[in-house]
């Protein structure tokens, strides 16, 4: 395994595509380690497309695009800014709730980060609000999305994990609410002591709120719409995405009426593109999930990481220290498909619920997209609003010590977690 995580890193530093570092990673596994058939490995990529499952990954994909063609983010942005716009640090506050709403719309953390880099960041500086205090307040408020459904990274947790992908769903929604809540009152401390403007002094009607909310109806009913589906049996998690493009395509065109064909093909365009790139990823990864498993890799970090630990609490957050680190160098989907078949077992033999570890492990991991050194949606960030990477991270530290504290208390509260999805299924 040490050779298998020499030339991955090796590869990465490289500036190689993560797809073929990993799959030239476990390709020198066959060749030159495992003394198997190089046959197998090709047999594991293959096997890895062999999920039904994983049919839910593009069509939420799709489903996202369509949706931001078809004038959703407009109106979610609207009820935002009159809910919140009036608060300290108002588009800042826009910016965290925005996150959440387009959390039950896009399932990507990146892409809801450039979009609202795009939409809200001239905005805040224009009204002076520091760039760094701006793009961080974007971007890890992005994080959002990772837990509110439909998250990419549920999906693939839950196919890698065998773990129910709509427990998953319904178990990111109270975590994805705190989230907000947490970076909303960090955003508020900040911005009270720096006496950043707020985007509108008036506070909103009843009125205007109720309006707001009605022109966004069909977004906001997205979410609700999903989890309904899968807890009435209509659907399981991998047809709901389906049913997920159905309804982008019936909103677009006959609800808000401003889906065109040529924003339906852009949409498909910008998915096939998505797409291609995470099941190249998934394909990729099948000959070093068979290495990890072959090599006893679960069992023997288990003991090199947890020697005399025994407190099952303690256990989980050496796990979630070591996806914090492991973040900072490795993409999120990555560390998901190479990581999840390592600690599931782990968490599960100390008596933890692997729903529970999934969301708590989603959010660690799509933190790392947040941060130095290899941060997606940091980069993404930084590169539309102009700003160092230097004064972003600065910024950003009141932001993800807020969720790293958030993190840390699930731990010890399960029951938060596991309120929504037992109350639903049992």
Same mark, same amino acid.
């Given at each position: +395994?040490? =050779?298998?995580s020499?030339?991955f890193?090796?590869l990465?530093v ?7 570092? $990993?799959?030239?990673?476990? *390709? ?12 197998i490995?090709v047999?594991?990529?293959?096997s890895?497309?062999? /999920? ?7 069509? *939420?994909?799709?489903a996202?695009?369509?949706m ?8 979610? &942005?609207?009820? /935002? ?5 009036w +608060? ?8 965290i709730?925005?996150?959440? &709403?387009?959390?039950?719309? /896009? ?27 701006s ?5 890890v ?5 990772? $837990? ?5 990274? %549920?999906i ?30 960090? $955003? ?7 006496g ?5 002094s ?6 205007? %709120? ?11 009913m997205?979410?609700?719409a ?12 991998s ?13 677009g ?6 889906l ?6 852009r949409? *498909?365009?910008?998915? /096939? ?25 679960p069992?023997?970090?288990?003991n ?5 630990i025994t ?8 796990? &979630?220290?070591? &996806?914090?680190?492991?973040g %900072?160098? =490795?993409d999120?989907?990555v560390?998901?498909l ?13 008596g ?14 799509? =933190?790392?997209?947040?941060t ?7 980069f993404?960030?930084?590169? =539309?609003?102009?700003?160092?990477i ?28 596991l ?8």
């Amino acid at each position: +395994m040490l =050779l298998i995580s020499v030339v991955f890193v090796l590869l990465m530093v490289l500036g190689m595509p993560v797809a073929f570092a $990993t799959g030239i990673a476990g *390709f020198v596994f066959f060749v030159m380690d495992s003394g198997m058939p190089l046959s197998i490995g090709v047999q594991k990529i293959a096997s890895m497309s062999q /999920s039904f499952p994983l049919l839910a990954v593009p069509f *939420f994909v799709l489903a996202g695009h369509l949706m931001n063609e078809s004038g959703i983010t407009d109106r979610l &942005l609207k009820v /935002s800014l009159v809910a919140v716009g009036w +608060m300290s640090g108002g588009l800042a506050q826009v910016a965290i709730v925005l996150s959440t &709403l387009m959390g039950g719309v /896009s399932g990507s953390a990146v892409a809801d980060a450039a979009m609202e880099a795009r939409i809200l960041g001239p905005a805040m500086i224009a009204k002076g609000y520091g760039k760094g205090f701006s793009a961080a307040a974007i971007a890890v408020g992005s994080l959002i999305t990772a $837990t509110i459904p439909p998250s990419i990274g %549920l999906i693939l947790y839950g196919y890698i994990g065998n773990v129910s992908i709509g427990r998953l769903f319904l178990a990111g929604i109270v975590p994805g609410f705190l989230m907000m809540a947490v970076l909303m009152i960090t $955003t508020y401390v900040i911005a009270r002591r720096r006496g950043y403007v707020v985007a509108d002094s008036t506070r909103p009607s009843v009125k205007a %709120l109720a309006v707001a909310t009605w022109e966004a109806k069909w977004a906001l009913m997205f979410p609700v719409a999903l989890v309904l589906a899968i807890r009435g049996g209509v659907f399981t998690p991998s047809e709901v995405g389906s049913f997920a493009v159905v309804y982008a395509l019936a909103v677009g065109f006959l609800a808000h009426r401003e889906l065109t064909v040529e924003k339906v093909w852009r949409a *498909f365009a910008h998915a /096939s593109s998505d797409v291609g790139l995470i099941m190249l990823i998934i394909l990729m990864s099948g000959m070093v999930g068979f290495a990890t498993i072959y090599l006893q890799v679960p069992q023997n970090l288990a003991n090199w990481m947890l020697a005399g630990i025994t407190d099952p609490n303690m256990i989980v957050l050496v796990v &979630l220290l070591f &996806l914090l680190v492991a973040g %900072l160098a =490795l993409d999120s989907t990555v560390m998901v498909l190479l990581l999840t078949p390592i600690f599931v077992p782990i968490v599960v033999n100390v008596g933890m619920d692997p729903v529970h570890f999934g969301i708590l492990m989603m959010s660690i991991v799509t =933190l790392g997209g947040m941060t130095w050194p290899s941060g997606s949606a940091m980069f993404a960030v930084c590169a =539309l609003m102009d700003v160092t990477i230097e004064e972003y991270s600065i910024e950003s530290i009141p932001f993800i010590a807020a969720i790293c504290a958030l993190i840390t208390a699930l731990v010890f509260f399960p029951e938060v977690v596991l309120w929504l999805p037992n109350l639903a299924f049992g």
